[in-house]
């Protein structure tokens, strides 16, 4: 028996595809049956099948039609049920508990997981986070006892418990991830019980939009950096503070600028080469970044690499720090005095130490970016240009991200408009409004008259 497709013609001479299936009657002659879906030849030839089978087993016990269908029904269960045990048998030994798995996931994933390469640490260290919350809930349990339902309750706490559905989202995908290793790699467990349960998130959920609260104002910026230059005066004053600590001042004090101007991420500036600094053309070239281990790696995306474009004031911080730098050997343009790149922890210590100088409420320092889009949003960038020029990948997360503060500029530039079109001054001499100096006070009737034109006035003198 087969199932094929095939070229049918109608009485009228037009051609139509179908499915066919051969098949053998019971007196064993080859026999046809066409059909329009192949869901349906498929079921037909499927039942076909069984019957042959049917017959097969009768003929060969000399059973009844009924009997011989039984046999076999029976025969297939058995089946079924000893290939389950025996796969549980080979199981039953490397089935512990989830705790112990997810050791052995994370070791295989620095590794190399089933020929990949192996992950980054900062990737490893993320994994370990988000399946936390999961260890600390199934941790104790085997992991063939999870299922399906156990999952669905788990993601409805997270959704209930995460700040945002993105963030739930993260968590849960990092189980399903290790069940899949578990499912496919491991061999501990059939299926991924997690396979099938989603956490939805529509463009329209603000998942990661920036807190306008978060973003530092232009005097708090200038306070800041008026802090920063003031300490580094202080220091070079110092009759006791080292070259070291000298030079850290003025280098603390360019990184902020680029953080502030620029847009960069922090580790971003970190990575940054004396030779990706192009003073000439006011040009900074980004194409690495330091992750937490101070280990310097490409930018993960094609977008975050990338030419920033640095304004006068910028340069002009970056001048006088390079005057100081350029007297080293060092590679990166933020060294420490050893050459290394420089460390995360020793710079935040420097920027709240500038945030308390400057009696400005503390931010943590992704704040400057923010800052630096909003005033590209203020000059009227739009979001294909912003997106490009702050290195996102996608253009509809910077939507999600920054869309808010969009949409208010866009708002306020119409509100602008229709004040100026309610409340414009009128010719001089002429309609209600009474001119004091160089503005025309409206009176309701003005103002009600340029809303809607042509309407009736009742009970108003002449």
């Known amino acids: 028996m087969s199932v094929r497709q095939k070229k049918f013609r109608r009485p009228d001479g037009s051609e139509f595809k179908g499915w066919q299936v051969t098949y053998r009657d019971e007196t064993g002659k080859t026999r046809t049956k066409s059909f329009k879906l192949k869901t349906e030849a498929q079921k037909f030839d499927r039942g076909k099948g069984d019957a042959v089978r049917v017959r097969k087993e009768a003929v060969l016990h000399s059973l009844p039609l009924d009997i011989a269908a039984a046999r076999l029904e029976a025969a297939k269960v058995i089946q079924n049920v000893a290939g389950s045990l025996s796969h549980a048998e080979a199981l039953g030994p490397k089935d512990k508990p989830i705790s112990a798995y997810i050791s052995q996931f994370l070791t295989t994933c620095e590794?190399?997981?089933?020929?990949?390469?192996?992950?980054?640490?900062?990737?490893?260290?993320?994994?370990r986070v988000r399946l936390e919350p999961f260890k600390k809930k199934f941790g104790d349990r085997r992991a063939s006892t999870i299922s399906k339902t156990d999952m669905r309750e788990y993601r409805d706490e997270l959704l209930a418990a995460r700040s945002t559905r993105n963030s739930a989202k993260n968590v849960f995908n990092a189980a399903s991830i290790f069940f899949g290793w578990l499912a496919d790699e491991a061999e501990v467990i059939m299926r991924n019980p997690c396979k099938g349960i989603r956490i939805d998130i529509s463009e329209s959920d603000d998942v990661s939009a920036v807190d306008e609260d978060d973003i530092y104002s232009d005097s708090d910026v200038a306070a800041i950096l008026k802090a920063l230059a003031d300490y580094a005066e202080k220091v070079?004053?110092?009759?006791?503070?080292?070259?070291?600590?000298?030079?850290?001042?003025?280098?603390?004090?360019?990184?902020?600028?680029?953080?502030?101007?620029?847009?960069?991420?922090?580790?971003?500036?970190?990575?940054?080469?004396?030779?990706?600094?192009?003073?000439?053309?006011?040009?900074?070239?980004?194409?690495?970044?330091?992750?937490?281990?101070?280990?310097?790696?490409?930018?993960?995306?094609?977008?975050?690499?990338?030419h920033v474009a640095i304004p006068t004031v910028v340069a002009a911080a970056l001048k006088d720090w390079t005057a100081i730098s350029d007297k080293t050997e060092h590679e990166f343009l933020f060294a420490t005095a050893s050459g290394k790149s420089l460390n995360y922890r020793n710079f935040l210590r420097s920027w709240k130490r500038a945030v308390k100088l400057a009696k400005v409420a503390y931010r943590n320092l992704h704040s400057l970016r923010h800052f630096y889009v909003s005033k590209l949003i203020d000059a009227g960038y739009d979001e294909a240009r912003l997106t490009a020029m702050i290195g996102h990948e996608d253009i509809l997360f910077t939507r999600r991200v920054y869309g808010h503060l969009l949409n208010k500029r866009e708002r306020l530039a119409k509100d602008v408009d229709a004040v100026d079109g309610v409340f414009a001054e009128k010719p001089k001499g002429g309609g209600k409004g009474k001119r004091v100096g160089a503005v025309t006070t409206l009176t309701v009737a003005d103002v009600l008259d340029k809303a809607m034109p042509g309407r009736e006035v009742v009970g108003e003198a002449g």
């Open 236 to 306: 070079g004053r110092s009759k006791t503070a080292s070259d070291e600590e000298k030079n850290a001042a003025w280098r603390d004090r360019a990184i902020v600028y680029i953080l502030t101007y620029c847009g960069l991420r922090i580790g971003e500036a970190q990575a940054l080469r004396k030779s990706d600094l192009n003073l000439k053309d006011r040009l900074l070239t980004v194409s690495t970044t330091v992750d937490r281990w101070r280990q310097v790696t490409v930018a993960k995306t094609k977008a975050g690499r990338r």
């Open 111 to 127: 590794k190399g997981r089933d020929g990949r390469k192996p992950l980054k640490k900062s990737a490893v260290e993320s994994y």
